[in-house]
């Protein structure tokens, strides 16, 4: 029995554990200490082996005692596996603690870090971080798998080679980017989790190596992305090529799946610092205090892993780790009115050096608007200035270099600051530009409608546009009407695949072409069903969210795109890869939709039984009585006036008649 | 008297229609809603678990005896060979029993194997044997050798090879004496060198410590078992450097080189126990718990062992879980201290300084505290680059794989020369060793998951039992059986493999996720659903019966009135 018990507790440690790790923990570093101090406390680790009970009681008791035991310093034994090395020692060891002579071995990764800060028309600021982590390796060959990570983060490297992942991309979300005041960003994320794969073309069961892989990623970001399964899972035909090198065209390795519903904070944020190789502690990173990232009106984090080549010859292949952090600031609002800002009002830390690994640290600020600084004040000032062509526009930067001393000045800090002066201009219009939103009314049927704009004031362009939609909106594909300019507008490709309940989603994809300064509308119709009541989340009135809609696009270039690969390039500038001068790849998030469905009240079931046990209970009641009941002949009554006659007599005392 | 007849027939209706709906209920209702409401309970072999319940291990092991020249006269060379069998009982507790079988063969040495005793030191003449014939897995073989032999020093009495062979001087004797004097005389020499190359009995207790009460098992062992990592079919080893200091240290270590050169043949060797994976990182900034104190003295920064305890937490978050698999890690760390923080030295309980500078936490892994303020002058233009000599760092932590593996220290009695390893990490004895407790250890663990999983199952009557259960649970049993019956063949690898399939089936048995279903299903709840239909249903049914009862009851009081 005692045995059964300790069995029981282990299993109650490991469940607990489990959903330690699985919840959405406040703070990783917490919960594992927590875990941590289980497996060092012996009476909890020994909880597994029954018969150790007693000992284990005895040591939790006194804690030195246990220690003792449990900390040995390595001592006896090593002299001897010494003295078995020696041998190897000698020809190995190149003359340890002679350090003059040592010159290092080229290292295999370089780490970059960057800062962009772009004061947005509106009066908000946008800060995006970018981190970039590239490892020369060989990963075609399937045979030599990599396990020996400096830079490069373990535990993604182990999953790229256990689910043979090609490239990887992952996204977290809050809030929406506000294309008509803020313009593009230099990565687009829709509100949500976002995660698209491309698996290698080796792999046999892809459905399974996704489904372990959103569970191995759900672990490693702390978020819910174990809630992907095949109900949200499409594989989109032509709106997800690969971005990195492999020219992939089978869209049956690739996944892709949206949780528009999923709430980033700080748990998301811990784990994604920790995969940077200096941490929190020193570089850009040091900024990043989720008070603040999350007091903001836009934040979206995310790694994109993609193979890439070596150098600008392409004499190799390498890894590419990108981590990107965007995030839009309401100063304006929060500032009583005042445009200023600085590193420290935004951050509220500033910055002192560079991450001593990174081969390239840098802090760009947009001032293009202000060539000579007629409408702000930025300070410190800097000579230097970067010019560099983004999402089809000639943008001037000013650049701060961390790896240099003479950045910081005397106070060995760096707090860059922006006064305006004046106002500022109108902004150009984003060329394109796309809204979605539900209309209909009734709990029974409704229409989406997606709203594409080109703003373009000559130029006709084609988009890609993808919709996923869960299957218990069911679409009907019938009433599809795409008009711009109010005429009919014919798609040149389009694909559908058709829902299946609780299976898979509604998959459309189509080629649109967009007339100049325009506005096309896509609509469908669509039902909606009615679940079971099991399938409802616990806040069913709340709604159910449908992804948003991905538009992505060749969009037209004012001025020619760099398509100069052999150039070093700042990171944000390089993302998407162009490959003509004349028009840049730009991809376009709609809102993702909330829609009521129709819902049961849930306390229904109960109400149920007991409505019809009273029911079958009073039927069966009159049945019984019916069946068992003994009836007789019961003399008729004597009539009205012959009883009121009795009970008179009876008064009286007479007999009765 | 026609009323009175109506009244009883009308009365005798309602009583029979009451007993005719009583009947339908309990005959058909009942069995009905049992069959219904039903939980599936697939069949598990109780009769055979409760049989593994108390263990009865035997473990034989296969000993060749092998004279060399001059140390049997030629009448005693002529009654052999021959073979013997010897059995120890050992009854540990009430429910588990111990049995060693020894079978012993003694034989005269081949031509070939006298040419290779013949070599000029022992060493040769080991691997010269060990070419000559390669012994099965678990088995020992003892040549016997002459006193006046010169392959082992004066005062060496047994040498203990790399592979599965020693060499015994033979005691003077009498060339008189029968062959069973000589015999008996060399048991207990031949029993030593067992005891050191195959098992010992308080080693074999220590493996069975799953089954059976602290008290029996004797500190040392128990210390070597709790140490030693839960047996697993793989493991993860997982180099870390931390360099809590990038901006002074620029490190770079040869990793790869060196475990291709220093663990991997350990890990080859130890392939028939579990699959191994090898990886490394390098964590910066990854800081201790403890600050460390500095120490006048020595004017070096010193870490007691007391707070040992308190240094890994910190850099555990920063290790990072395995993402892609479950089996446990063993986690090696080399801790660079920060410039400002050297030399950093670690004390053992006697305030004295460990001199590989290495601690080890059991079933976790080792750390050790490199220190390279020595590598740079004041003068060094920071950050220095410093190449770390991997050769004093996997001799550290070779040792410390080798503890938290199981491969025990072994102390050999007087007398005694072992052999080291070599470059192979690992002797042939001492794998044998470890298969034989890893083996008992499996089967021990094995039997106590099934034997309380069937316990549970068979207390708590509302767990569903599927039929995968069922089938892991025989299996389990199957495998358990097998592996017992391989120990006691003496076939060591194959009862390792048996034991493994056993201990897998067996836990992914008691972790299945079905088995948690319906185990919490609530009374009230069950009260709540049956009460609405069942109360006003059953209520007029008892009733209508205990008037029934009454009536018959009264009619028989009457009766023996009557007849009184």
């Given at each position: 029995m005692a045995a059964l018990k300790l069995r029981w507790g282990a299993v109650f440690i490991l469940i607990f554990v489990s959903l330690f790790l699985t919840c959405?923990?406040?703070?990783?570093?917490?919960?594992?200490?927590?875990?941590?101090?289980?497996?060092?406390?012996?009476?909890?680790?020994?909880?597994?082996?029954?018969?150790?009970?007693?000992?284990?009681?005895?040591?939790?008791?006194?804690?030195?005692?246990?220690?003792?035991?449990?900390?040995?310093?390595?001592?006896?034994?090593?002299?001897?596996?010494?003295?078995?090395?020696?041998a190897d020692s000698k020809?190995?060891?190149?003359?340890?603690?002679?350090?003059?002579?040592?010159?290092?071995?080229?290292?295999?990764?370089?780490?970059?870090e960057e800062l962009v800060i772009r004061p947005l028309h509106s009066g908000d600021i946008y800060a995006s971080f970018q981190f970039g982590i590239q490892l020369d390796t060989d990963f075609e060959q399937e045979e030599k798998k990599v396990s020996h990570y400096r830079l490069f983060p373990k535990s993604l490297g182990q999953v790229l080679s256990k689910f043979s992942v090609q490239e990887l991309h992952i996204s977290f979300t809050q809030g929406y980017w506000r294309t008509m005041q803020w313009g593009q960003p230099f990565i687009p994320a829709p509100p949500g989790a976002e995660l698209w794969v491309w698996f290698h073309n080796t792999v046999l069961n892809v459905d399974e190596?996704?489904?372990?892989?959103?569970?191995?990623?759900?672990?490693?970001?702390?978020?819910?992305?174990?809630?992907?399964?095949?109900?949200?899972?499409?594989?989109?035909?032509?709106?997800?090529?690969?971005?990195?090198?492999?020219?992939?065209?089978?869209?049956?390795?690739?996944?892709?799946?949206?949780?528009?519903?999923?709430?980033?904070?700080?748990?998301?944020l811990t784990p994604w610092k920790k995969l940077l190789p200096c941490g929190s502690k020193a570089g850009l990173a040091v900024l990043m205090k989720s008070e603040k990232l999350f007091h903001s009106s836009?934040?979206?984090?995310?790694?994109?892993?993609?193979?890439?080549?070596?150098?600008?010859?392409?004499?190799?292949?390498?890894?590419?780790?990108?981590?990107?952090?965007?995030?839009?600031?309401?100063?304006?609002?929060?500032?009583?009115?005042?445009?200023?800002?600085?590193l420290f009002k935004m951050f509220s830390r500033t910055l002192t050096e560079a991450c001593p690994l990174a081969s390239s640290s840098k802090v760009y600020v947009d001032v293009t608007d202000n060539p000579e600084s007629e409408l702000f004040d930025l300070s410190p000032a800097t000579p230097v200035l970067n010019t560099a062509v983004v999402l089809g526009d000639r943008r001037t930067y000013a650049v701060y270099d961390l790896t240099k001393a003479v950045t910081f000045g005397q106070l060995r800090s760096l707090n860059l600051l922006m006064r305006w002066k004046g106002e500022s201009g109108d902004m150009l219009r984003p060329l394109l530009h796309a809204e979605r939103y539900v209309a209909g009314f009734g709990l029974q049927t409704g229409e989406i409608h997606t709203l594409i704009y080109?703003?373009?004031?000559?130029?006709?362009?084609?988009?890609?546009?993808?919709?996923?939609?869960?299957?218990?909106?069911?679409?009907?594909?019938?009433?599809?009407?795409?008009?711009?300019?109010?005429?009919?507008?014919?798609?040149?490709?389009?694909?559908?695949?058709?829902?299946?309940?609780?299976?898979?989603?509604?998959?459309?994809?189509?080629?649109?072409?967009?007339?100049?300064?325009?506005?096309?509308?896509?609509?469908?119709?669509?039902?909606?069903?009615?679940?079971?009541?099991?399938?409802?989340?616990?806040?069913?009135?709340?709604?159910?969210?449908?992804?948003?809609?991905?538009?992505?696009?060749?969009?037209?270039?004012?001025?020619?795109?760099?398509?100069?690969?052999?150039?070093?390039?700042?990171?944000?500038s390089s993302f998407f890869h162009t490959k003509e001068e004349s028009s840049y790849f730009v991809r376009v998030y709609t809102e993702p939709l909330l829609v009521n469905l129709p819902t049961p009240d849930f306390s229904m079931p109960y109400n149920v039984i007991c409505l019809t046990c009273t029911v079958v209970a009073v039927a069966y009641g009159s049945f019984y009585n019916l069946l068992t009941r003994t009836f007789q002949v019961e003399e008729p009554s004597p009539p009205l006036a012959k009883r009121l006659a009795n009970i008179i007599r009876r008064i009286r005392g007479v007999p009765p008649l | 008297m026609a009323a009175m007849t109506a009244m009883e027939i009308e009365k005798r209706r309602g009583r029979n229609s009451a007993l005719a709906i009583a009947a339908v209920v309990i005959l058909l209702g009942l069995p009905l809603w049992w069959k219904t409401t039903e939980t599936y309970r697939a069949w598990l072999p109780y009769s055979q678990i409760s049989e593994l319940d108390s263990l009865q291990l035997q473990l034989s092991v296969d000993v060749e005896v092998v004279f060399s020249r001059g140390t049997l006269s030629p009448e005693q060379q002529k009654k052999v060979p021959l073979s013997q069998a010897k059995e120890q009982e050992h009854q540990v507790d009430a429910k588990n029993l111990l049995r060693y079988r020894y079978e012993t063969k003694y034989r005269t040495a081949t031509?070939?194997?006298?040419?290779?005793?013949?070599?000029?030191?022992?060493?040769?003449?080991?691997l010269s044997l060990h070419v000559l014939s390669e012994s099965a897995c678990g088995s020992v073989v003892v040549y016997v050798i002459p006193e006046s032999s010169t392959l082992l020093p004066a005062d060496v009495k047994v040498f203990v090879g790399q592979w599965r062979t020693a060499l015994l001087r033979a005691a003077p004797l009498p060339p008189a004496g029968s062959l069973k004097e000589v015999l008996s005389a060399l048991e207990p020499q031949v029993k030593q060198v067992i005891d050191t190359m195959s098992?010992?009995?308080?080693?074999?207790?220590?493996?069975?410590?799953?089954?059976?009460?602290?008290?029996?098992?004797?500190?040392?062992?128990?210390?070597?078992?709790?140490?030693?990592?839960?047996?697993?079919?793989?493991?993860?080893?997982?180099?870390?450097?931390?360099?809590?200091?990038?901006?002074?240290?620029?490190?770079?270590?040869?990793?790869?080189?060196?475990?291709h050169s220093y663990i991997q043949p350990l890990l080859n060797k130890l392939t028939p126990i579990a699959n191994f994976s090898v990886d490394s990182q390098i964590l910066y900034y990854a800081v201790l718990g403890v600050n460390p104190r500095f120490d006048n003295t020595v004017s070096a920064y010193t870490l007691n062992a007391a707070s040992l305890a308190h240094v890994i937490n910190p850099v555990e978050a920063r290790l990072g879980s395995n993402a892609a698999s479950s089996y446990p890690v063993l986690n090696f760390l080399l801790y660079i201290p920060e410039a400002h923080h050297s030399p950093l030295f670690i004390r053992d309980h006697g305030k004295k300084e460990v001199s590989s500078n290495a601690f080890h936490s059991p079933r976790w892994g080792g750390i050790m505290v490199y220190n390279v303020n020595d590598m740079y002058g004041p003068e060094a233009e920071f950050p220095v680059d410093i190449n770390i000599d991997m050769a004093k760092v996997m001799g550290v932590f070779l040792a410390q794989l080798r503890l938290l593996l199981g491969v025990h220290k072994t102390q050999p009695p007087p007398g005694f020369v072992l052999q080291s390893p070599g470059s192979a990490g690992l002797a042939d004895w001492e794998l044998d060793r470890l298969l034989w407790s890893r083996s008992v250890e499996n089967v021990a663990t094995a039997t106590t998951t099934i034997t309380s999983l069937a316990q549970l199952l068979d207390q708590i009557s509302n767990i569903v039992i599927n039929d995968n259960i069922a089938q892991q649970v025989s299996s389990a049993v199957t495998s358990l059986q097998a592996a017992m019956a391989e120990l006691e063949a003496g076939n060591l690898a194959f009862a390792l493999q048996y034991s493994r399939e056993a201990i897998l089936a067996s836990e992914r048995a008691f972790f299945d996720p079905s088995l948690l279903h319906l185990l919490y299903f609530p009374d009230d709840q069950k009260f709540a659903i049956y009460i609405p239909l069942f109360l006003p249903m059953c209520v007029p049914i008892v009733l209508s019966l205990l008037k029934i009862v009454n009536e018959i009851r009264q009619k028989r009081a009457d009766k023996l009135a009557k007849k009184d």
């Open positions: 959405k923990c406040d703070n990783v570093e917490n919960s594992n200490e927590s875990v941590r101090d289980k497996d060092v406390d012996p009476s909890a680790s020994q909880a597994a082996s029954p018969g150790e009970t007693r000992h284990g009681e005895e040591s939790s008791t006194e804690e030195v005692q246990a220690e003792k035991q449990q900390w040995h310093t390595t001592e006896f034994g090593i002299n001897d596996a010494l003295e078995a090395d020696k020809t190995l060891n190149d003359s340890p603690g002679d350090s003059k002579s040592f010159t290092p071995p080229p290292a295999k990764d370089h780490f970059q190596n996704w489904k372990e892989l959103t569970n191995v990623l759900s672990g490693i970001f702390c978020a819910s992305l174990n809630f992907i399964d095949s109900t949200n899972t499409v594989q989109p035909t032509a709106s997800f090529k690969p971005l990195g090198l492999g020219n992939a065209t089978d869209h049956r390795f690739l996944r892709y799946a949206t949780l528009p519903r999923e709430i980033v904070c700080t748990e998301n836009f934040h979206s984090q995310a790694v994109h892993i993609r193979p890439v080549c070596k150098d600008w010859q392409c004499s190799g292949t390498a890894w590419e780790l990108r981590q990107t952090l965007g995030v839009v600031f309401d100063l304006y609002t929060s500032g009583q009115g005042k445009k200023d800002w600085s080109n703003n373009h004031p000559y130029r006709a362009f084609p988009v890609l546009l993808l919709e996923s939609v869960p299957w218990y909106l069911r679409l009907y594909i019938h009433t599809l009407t795409i008009t711009s300019k109010s005429r009919e507008n014919k798609p040149s490709y389009i694909h559908y695949q058709p829902s299946k309940d609780r299976l898979r989603p509604h998959l459309l994809e189509m080629l649109v072409q967009l007339p100049p300064h325009s506005v096309t509308e896509v609509t469908v119709q669509f039902e909606r069903a009615l679940l079971k009541w099991t399938e409802y989340p616990p806040d069913p009135n709340h709604g159910f969210y449908v992804g948003s809609s991905v538009i992505s696009a060749l969009v037209p270039s004012v001025v020619a795109m760099d398509i100069n690969s052999t150039l070093e390039r700042p990171l944000f | 031509v070939m194997e006298e040419d290779a005793l013949n070599q000029p030191t022992a060493q040769e003449a080991d098992f010992s009995h308080q080693e074999i207790v220590g493996a069975l410590s799953d089954r059976i009460r602290i008290s029996q098992v004797s500190k040392e062992s128990l210390v070597d078992s709790m140490r030693a990592i839960k047996s697993s079919p793989g493991y993860e080893i997982t180099f870390s450097l931390l360099n809590p200091d990038p901006k002074s240290h620029s490190l770079h270590w040869d990793i790869e080189g060196a475990v």
